[in-house]
Structures are given as structure tokens and as C-alpha cells.
């Protein structure tokens, strides 16, 4: 077996001219666990920094963006109703932190790269190159899903599901939570394949064991959907399953591609 296909050591010459292998990344220094720690605390302020700074560029653009939402979602002929003093600036905020969180995880990810790059090999250090950009497409294509496609269900057809025994009258922080909550859900969710396969390329579960656990994994999902999407009518349940599924046998994929 060779040093390419282990990927953990290095091979070697020793005195009698036979080759042995040298545990350890080349160039890597022990440090202390405390220097090790407060390099981590560092990084996970400039990504907690990154993430207060796009929440500041986007508030004051925050107020269209809610009354967009509210027109594609809700229809002007709903009158927002804010039933506290701080509801409105509360419900911006929550708005302005999925632009947050669409340019801070990917920083994220190059902060853990840039954390563990000393210990990590070659393939390892293109593995996380890898995943930086990945990482930001797929939170993307997350909340754009949950945008074009579960929020319409969950308005139109399952908030005025009693519309005609009920008059509907909105709390804008709220309803801005809903949305929040679905869209940065979606875009976090999304992140799976790239969980999957940093499972497995580190070893913690086999790529054998995905495929052949296949119906334990489904069940897991349908559990997870029923349990984060309270919908009566269970059509977001069905829809966010789906995409669950479509994301785990994509994380297959990718696990053999990478």
C-alpha cells in the first residue's frame, strides 16, 4: 500500500536502504493545546465579525427587501401588524441575517481550512479548497429553493388554509421569522453533502455503510421533515423529504468524485 492510498504517512529511506514510513504531516509543529485554542477563538471572531459586518451593510436596505417579501408572499391586500415597539427593527434584523450567513459560511469554512491547514496532507488541503466555494453554491441553491419553492406552499396554501373561517392578521416579526427560519434552514441543510463527505473522507463512516443503510437513512429524513415543518396539509413535509433524499444520494456522489 502506498503513501497515496493511506494518506496518513509518508514513506522513507532508512540506513539499510529499505523503505519504511514516517508518521506525521511535513512541516507541522506540535504546539501547545492553549496556542491551538486561541488561534481557534481568532478565526471564529473575524467569522462572528464577518457576520455583524453583513448585518450592518444590509439593514438599511432591509425595509424593501420586507415589503418585497410581503408583496410576493402575503399580497397587499394584507396590512402588516407589528403588536410591539421593537417588532419592526427586530424583524429587519432577522431578515438581514440570511445575507449574513450566505457570505459568512463560506468564510467559515476557509477560517477551519486556514485552522487545520499545518495538519493537514495535499489531497486534504485540495479537499477543503474545494469545499469553500461548494459550500456558498449550496447554501445559494438551498435558500432559493425555500424561496421559490416551500414559502409559496406555506403561504398561499397552508397560512390561509381557514381563511374563510378566519380573518388572518399578520405580526410582521412573526411572519419574517417564518421566512428566516425557512430559508436559512434550507440554506444550512444544504450544507449535508458536504457533511457527508467530510464524514467519510475523515473516516468517521463508510461509504459502504451509506449505501447499504439506505432505508434506515430515508426513515431518519422523513422523521427530521415532520419534525421541522409543521404543516397540516403535509405537503412542505413531503417537499422538504424529497429534497433531503435528493441531497443524501448527491452526497454519494460527490463522495466518489472526490
Not at 418585497?68 to 427593527?89: D, H, R, V
Not at 397560512?159 to 378566519?166: K, P, W
Amino acid at each position: 500500500m502506498d503513501s497515496q492510498q493511506t494518506g496518513n504517512v509518508a514513506p522513507s529511506t532508512n540506513a539499510s536502504g529499505k523503505n519504511s514510513y514516517a508518521s506525521g504531516v511535513p512541516g507541522d509543529v506540535e504546539e501547545p493545546v492553549m496556542a491551538h485554542l486561541f488561534e481557534l477563538r481568532d478565526r471564529l471572531a473575524i467569522v462572528l465579525i464577518w457576520l455583524v459586518v453583513g448585518i450592518i451593510i444590509s439593514f438599511p436596505f432591509s425595509a424593501r427587501g420586507m415589503l418585497l417579501l410581503w408583496k410576493e408572499f402575503i399580497g397587499p391586500g394584507m396590512i402588516m401588524s407589528a403588536y410591539s415597539p421593537l417588532e419592526w427593527t427586530l424583524a429587519r434584523l432577522k431578515l438581514c441575517l440570511i445575507f449574513a450567513l450566505a457570505i459568512s459560511i463560506p468564510l467559515f469554512f476557509y477560517e477551519l481550512y486556514r485552522f487545520a491547514a499545518k495538519g493537514l496532507y495535499p489531497n486534504e488541503r485540495r479537499f477543503f479548497i474545494k469545499v469553500i466555494p461548494a459550500s456558498f453554491l449550496l447554501f445559494m441553491l438551498g435558500t432559493a429553493i425555500g424561496y421559490f419553492l416551500v414559502l409559496p406552499v406555506m403561504f398561499r396554501y397552508i397560512l390561509f388554509y381557514s381563511g374563510d373561517m378566519a380573518t388572518a392578521q399578520l405580526s410582521v416579526q412573526n411572519t419574517v421569522s417564518a421566512v428566516t427560519t425557512i430559508l436559512a434552514g434550507f440554506g444550512v441543510v444544504f450544507q449535508l453533502p458536504l457533511l457527508v463527505v467530510f464524514a467519510v473522507k475523515m473516516g468517521l463512516v463508510q461509504y459502504q455503510t451509506l449505501k447499504k443503510q439506505r432505508i434506515l437513512v430515508y426513515s431518519a429524513i422523513l422523521a427530521f421533515s415532520l419534525f421541522i415543518t409543521p404543516d397540516p396539509t403535509f405537503i412542505a413535509q413531503i417537499v422538504v423529504a424529497i429534497l433531503l433524499a435528493i441531497l443524501f444520494e448527491f452526497s454519494l456522489l460527490l463522495v466518489r468524485l472526490f
